[in-house]
């Protein structure tokens, strides 16, 4: 048995494994490329599930001939101008997410870098590098991916129906929207347009628009907001009611210094803070965004970039439960002081804008979780999480269970204030130029 190098080519395939996992991690690799570059909008393309075509087009940055061939390079990258890991301000900082498209697929980059008068495009098919040519374009880039996998046959046969791949797609669309409120985006599917957002601006009502035209008015109608600060750490966003329950976590966005991510431990705090609230099969919906120094999270865990560590991982669990409890909490004694309907509504932006269906479906225990709860009666009666002036009043009965409701004995209740929303993002604004 003898060591030997491999060729780059292989290299890149290899890595490809882990960055472009299927057609969606493509997009959202193109996707974050061109709102790395400053683009106002982005427009995708995707046929068949994306592994036909996948094309993403910006008026970013753009780049130059020689930035193109560089771009297609493995570890290239403009985005680690000072070696610095530990402060990284974009999503991209690995510089390899295109020579693993690259080497998988056919690749096609053109490219107009802005203030210059000349575009040009390149491509890459299956890792072997073409020459860059003239071409017309306006300044910004456009990406075309044709025939993912057709370089490696067995990750072609492992993706699933082009159905779910597509849904895949969207759903990391929509993720990047969401971080990204004053970036206008649109998504057409086999020539169907599934996507169609107008930049929103900037600001908390940039951001409640963009969370309007994702997750619906039915959801703003039906959260609460949050914002809660421990330390350098800020959380803000939206999380919803009890009652507004869904039967996978799909609907749960999570960001990290304006990034999507997919945490464990965030995805686990979510979860804690509605445990006594909801059945163990359903679960809540949330928007979720986590401001902190990058210094104290760590975003280069895994490839695909949706994982993070944080240095403090105990601090940012609990600020996540306390925050999210506190807000059910108020919530609950809001609805039992002012009649049903009444005090949901109360929750709908104050610019009265969200209107629509209130979702009061009870979400139903599992029959052992009624049982233990019918044998205590009255639901978590010490529980130390309240504030001492409070005193839970959840009842349970074998037809349904009311969502806690909490009296205070001794403060008078808290109006309803409408929902309200302050971020402040200062590096996700700097990605996301407000257009
Ligand atoms: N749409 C775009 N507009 C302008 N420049 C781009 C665009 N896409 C890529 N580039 C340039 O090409 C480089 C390489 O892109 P690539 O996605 O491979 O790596 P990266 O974004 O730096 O890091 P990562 O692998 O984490 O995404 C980028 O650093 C950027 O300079
Ligand atoms: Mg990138």
Redesign the pocket.
């Known amino acids: 048995m003898t060591i030997r190098r491999l060729p780059e080519t292989l290299i890149n395939r290899i890595a490809a494994g882990e960055?472009v996992e299927r057609p969606a991690a493509a997009v959202k690799?193109?996707v974050?490329?061109?709102i790395?570059?400053?683009?106002t909008r982005v427009d995708i393309e995707l046929r068949e599930g994306g592994v036909a075509l996948i094309a993403?087009g910006?008026d970013?940055?753009?780049?130059s001939r020689e930035?193109?061939v560089?771009?297609?390079?493995?570890h290239?990258?403009?985005?680690?101008p000072d070696d610095d890991l530990l402060h990284i301000a974009?999503?991209?900082?690995?510089?390899?997410?295109?020579?693993?498209?690259g080497a998988v697929a056919r690749l096609t980059?053109i490219?107009r870098?802005a203030g210059t008068d000349s575009a040009w495009a390149l491509s890459v098919e299956g890792g072997q590098l073409g020459e860059p040519i003239p071409a017309a374009h306006p300044p910004?880039?456009?990406?075309e991916v044709r025939d993912l996998f057709y370089a490696t046959p067995a990750r072609l046969k492992f993706l699933k129906s082009e159905r779910t791949e597509a849904a895949a797609a969207i759903d990391a669309v929509e993720r990047l929207a969401l971080a990204c409120p004053s970036v206008a985006f649109s998504l057409t599917i086999d020539g169907r347009s599934v996507l169609k957002l107008p930049a929103a601006g900037s600001g908390e009502s940039a951001r409640l628009e963009r969370l309007v035209a994702i997750i619906g008015r039915d959801f703003i109608a039906n959260a609460l907001p949050l914002d809660a600060v421990r330390d350098d750490v800020r959380l803000t966003g939206h999380a919803g009611l009890p009652t507004f329950h869904r039967a996978t976590g799909r609907h749960q966005y999570l960001f990290v210094n304006g990034r999507p991510v997919r945490d464990k431990l965030l995805g686990g705090a979510l979860r804690a803070a509605y445990q006594d609230l909801l059945a163990r099969d359903r679960h809540p919906v949330a928007a979720l965004f986590i401001d902190l120094p990058p210094g104290q999270v760590d975003v280069n865990v895994h490839?695909a970039?949706a994982e993070v560590r944080f240095r403090d991982a105990g601090s940012m669990r609990g600020l996540i439960i306390g925050a999210l409890r506190h807000a059910l909490a108020a919530a609950g004694h809001r609805a039992a002081s002012t009649p049903g309907i009444a005090a949901l509504a109360a929750l709908r932006p104050a610019d009265g804008a969200a209107t629509g269906r209130l979702d009061f479906a009870p979400p139903r225990p599992s029959p052992i979780r009624l049982r233990q709860m019918n044998r205590i009666g009255f639901h978590n009666r010490r529980d130390r999480r309240l504030p001492p002036n409070r005193v839970p009043l959840t009842r349970v009965s074998p037809w349904g269970w009311r969502g806690p409701s909490f009296t205070t004995p001794i403060s008078s209740p808290r109006p309803a204030t409408g929902s309200s929303l302050s971020i402040s993002t200062p590096r996700m604004s700097a990605w996301c130029s407000s257009g």
Do not use: Q, W
């Open positions: 960055v690799e193109l974050e490329n061109a790395d570059a400053g683009a993403v910006d970013g940055s753009g780049m930035d193109l560089l771009a297609v390079e493995r290239a990258t403009s985005k680690l974009t999503l991209g900082f690995r510089g390899e997410a295109l020579p693993s498209i980059l490219s870098k910004g880039t456009k990406v490839p970039k």
